[in-house]
């Protein structure tokens, strides 16, 4: 039985409620009361937050951990360290391991495996889309959902057939699961390595257009629309594929979307001087379009923000740019990157913290994402204004790769809690 936990003088972050307010919270393993106390039940251990913020956990819907298979990049002991220290409690694990997660059995090893490993952090598992993510014969939908599987996707590598995604989103509309594809036409980009305009002929670096994505984007969308199937447009990147998203969602398709945290704070410049550790996929791209998906989030046109977490190893990311990896860490800094918004005043601090915890929960039939009496106990303290500079060689991630590395950031997670136990104090 954990020992009830009363967090006291806290600002109350509810993306339910849409509301910051001034209060005190209890819990143990789910959250037994929220509002104001006269005092302590006995036996409580009693936090005093000093006026911090107090949020649900976050829940990262985009997370590449490297076991099984690549444990030189990140194992789950630690992306679970990693996670904690960044106020993400909840982690959906992408099937790009080896091998990969393409059968129940990998499903259950990733949900036995995970929580074991990873400090108490939730690791639930998108499991592939189709087998060996090659794009060709849909997996078992149907038996991955049975075991545990939130989500399906092919990752970085786009479904090309057409027909093959069909039935793919006909059949996985038979158990309501959520399919996250990354539209990108692979001819167009093929052989690029950021966004292609101005920048990129200067430095003499091949382009990856923004059509490429947008002519992807309507196809998936029509295809929803076709099947009646639920699809995640995962981790856009270009102002000309949010139309699109607008019009389907009129419509009543079953459309959401995703961005990467870097791609609403940096732009194609942050590449400038052959940083490699700006290099993305998708690339980061003109503030125009950065301008777009940040007012997108904030309308709520893009649902959920996530890290994009895809740790590289030093020596696959210090390399001539061509050469080098796409990929960034990000786990450790999806929150004071999304912060960044809110400092500056582009998107409503309920809506930035609603779209790294509630709409996650929502998509993924979670009970998580919320600050309600019988929720699951997972809540972050966090000092807003608190400042720092990202020293990646700091991070908890086994990889350093982070496109932040010496920007200063504005948010610090103080605590975390994961169904009622303190998983990280600063």
């Known amino acids: 039985m954990i020992r009830p936990t009363l967090i006291t003088n806290a600002k109350l972050i509810d993306p339910a409620k849409n509301k910051v307010e001034d209060g005190a919270i209890l819990f143990a393993d789910t959250i037994l009361d929220v509002g104001k106390f006269s005092g302590a039940p006995e036996g409580a251990e009693v ?12 829940i990262d819907m985009r997370v590449v951990i490297g076991e099984p298979g690549a444990e030189h990049k990140e194992t789950f002991k630690s992306a679970g360290r990693a ?18 997660i393409d059968d129940q059995s990998l499903v259950d090893f990733v949900l036995r495996r995970g929580v074991d490993r990873s400090g108490g952090v939730r690791i639930l598992p998108a499991a592939a889309l189709t087998q060996h993510l090659d794009g060709a014969l849909m997996t078992e939908i149907g038996l991955m959902a049975e075991a545990g599987a939130v989500m399906f996707t092919n990752g970085d590598k786009p479904v090309v057939d057409s027909r093959v995604l069909r039935r793919a989103l006909s059949y996985a509309s038979a158990f309501g699961a959520l399919v996250a594809h990354r539209p990108e036409d692979p001819y167009l980009a093929e052989g690029g390595v950021m966004h292609e305009g101005e920048l990129a002929a200067r430095l003499g670096l091949p382009g990856i257009p923004a059509a490429a994505e947008a002519i992807m984007a309507e196809r998936d969308l029509a295809l929803a629309e076709l099947t009646g ?61 950065r301008v777009a998906l940040v007012q997108a989030v904030s309308d ?78 997972d809540v972050i303290v966090v000092d807003l204004g608190a400042p720092f500079r990202l020293d990646s060689d700091k991070l908890k991630s086994k990889s350093k790769n982070s496109p932040f590395d010496e920007k200063l950031l504005q948010g610090a997670v103080k605590r975390t809690f994961i169904a009622g136990k303190q998983v990280f104090g600063a």
């Open 47 to 58: 936090i005093d937050a000093q006026g911090a913020h107090l949020a649900p956990g976050l």
């Open 83 to 100: 996670a904690a220290a960044g106020g993400v409690t909840t982690m959906v694990m992408m099937p790009n391991t080896m091998p990969v």
């Open 229 to 289: 199937g639920r699809i995640l447009l995962d981790m856009l990147s270009a102002a000309q594929s949010l139309p699109a998203l607008k019009r389907a969602k009129e419509r009543g398709v079953s459309a959401f979307a995703s961005v990467n945290v870097h791609h609403l704070v940096l732009n194609e410049n942050d590449v400038d001087g052959y940083r490699s550790f700006a290099k993305l996929a998708p690339p980061l791209r003109s503030e125009d379009d």
């Open 300 to 377: 709520g046109l893009i649902d959920v923000i996530v890290s994009g977490h895809d740790p590289q190893p030093a020596e696959e990311k210090r390399l001539p740019f061509e050469e080098a990896a796409f990929g960034a860490v990000g786990l450790e800094t999806l929150l004071a990157g999304a912060l960044t918004l809110h400092h500056k005043g582009d998107v409503a601090l309920n809506t930035l913290i609603r779209a790294m915890t509630l709409r996650p929960a929502e998509l993924l039939k979670l009970p998580q994402g919320r600050l309600a009496k019988g929720a699951p106990a």
